[in-house]
């Protein structure tokens, strides 16, 4: 059922909960085509059923063996990944143009403050992370797994600054099907839960950190509205 967390005239922050990801992305695209200038930016908040999707550049090989979970083509960047119950996913329906008039110069910026976002949100259950050169995500940094992945990211940037598909944090989740595949191409890459590190977190609490967390670092300055 979805439920609107924040309205203001620059960002709805919408609750969709669990949510066929088919249905999420055909919305996202929906939303994106007939947005206009004056469309507040909107955050959703979304849980999926096991499902793996992959971006554009990605090679199906990477899918060792789905068993049973369905694969969906999508139009955001990266390779394969995979989302599930008890993951914490977030679209950006962002406009760049009104945060930067260059968009796509913005872009690399944009996806800086997302992995900070998720960084800063680890941190309050004491959990270290970091990013790594030429893999988008966020990655423990040490103790025993360090170097498995927990967040993922993925986005699509349309060429008028539009954006959308977005974030999701491991929390706490089934990981063999993240076996099943290359997580983003990368073979035998260990991916994470919060809760394998020891964190009993409720996923509303961690939607919440992420989702405002995103707000602080994404609001547009007031001189640029």
């Given at each position: 059922?979805?439920?609107?967390?924040?309205?203001?005239?620059?960002l709805?922050?919408?609750?969709r909960g669990?949510?066929?990801?088919?249905?999420?992305f055909d919305?996202?695209?929906?939303?994106?085509?007939?947005?206009?200038a004056d469309?507040p930016?909107e955050f959703?908040?979304v849980?999926?059923?096991?499902?793996?999707?992959?971006?554009?550049?990605?090679?199906v090989?990477?899918v060792?063996n789905?068993n049973?979970?369905p694969?969906v083509?999508?139009?955001?960047?990266?390779?394969?990944?995979y989302?599930?119950?008890?993951?914490v996913?977030?679209?950006?329906?962002?406009?760049l143009r009104r945060s930067?008039?260059?968009?796509?110069l913005y872009?690399?910026?944009?996806v800086?403050?997302?992995?900070?976002a998720?960084i800063?949100?680890?941190t309050?259950?004491?959990?270290?992370?970091?990013?790594k050169?030429g893999?988008?995500?966020i990655?423990?940094?040490?103790g025993?797994?360090k170097g498995a992945?927990?967040a993922a990211l993925?986005l699509?940037?349309?060429g008028?600054?539009?954006?959308y598909?977005?974030?999701?944090l491991?929390v706490d989740?089934d990981?063999?099907?993240?076996?099943w595949i290359n997580?983003?191409?990368?073979?035998?890459m260990?991916?994470?839960?919060?809760?394998?590190?020891g964190?009993?977190?409720?996923l509303?609490d961690?939607?919440?950190?992420?989702?405002?967390r995103?707000?602080?670092?994404l609001?547009?300055?007031a001189d640029?509205?």
């Amino acid at each position: 059922m979805q439920a609107v967390l924040t309205s203001s005239p620059q960002l709805r922050i919408l609750h969709r909960g669990l949510e066929d990801y088919q249905q999420s992305f055909d919305a996202m695209r929906a939303f994106t085509d007939a947005r206009d200038a004056d469309t507040p930016n909107e955050f959703w908040i979304v849980e999926h059923p096991p499902v793996y999707t992959l971006g554009l550049g990605a090679d199906v090989g990477h899918v060792l063996n789905p068993n049973g979970i369905p694969v969906v083509q999508t139009d955001r960047g990266g390779e394969v990944t995979y989302h599930g119950p008890g993951q914490v996913v977030i679209y950006l329906m962002m406009d760049l143009r009104r945060s930067h008039p260059k968009a796509r110069l913005y872009a690399r910026e944009f996806v800086h403050k997302i992995e900070q976002a998720v960084i800063d949100t680890l941190t309050r259950w004491q959990i270290h992370g970091e990013r790594k050169e030429g893999a988008p995500g966020i990655y423990l940094s040490d103790g025993p797994h360090k170097g498995a992945k927990i967040a993922a990211l993925g986005l699509k940037v349309r060429g008028n600054g539009c954006t959308y598909h977005g974030v999701s944090l491991n929390v706490d989740m089934d990981l063999a099907p993240f076996t099943w595949i290359n997580p983003c191409g990368y073979a035998g890459m260990e991916t994470i839960d919060m809760k394998t590190l020891g964190v009993t977190a409720a996923l509303a609490d961690v939607q919440q950190a992420l989702a405002q967390r995103l707000h602080e670092l994404l609001s547009v300055p007031a001189d640029l509205t």
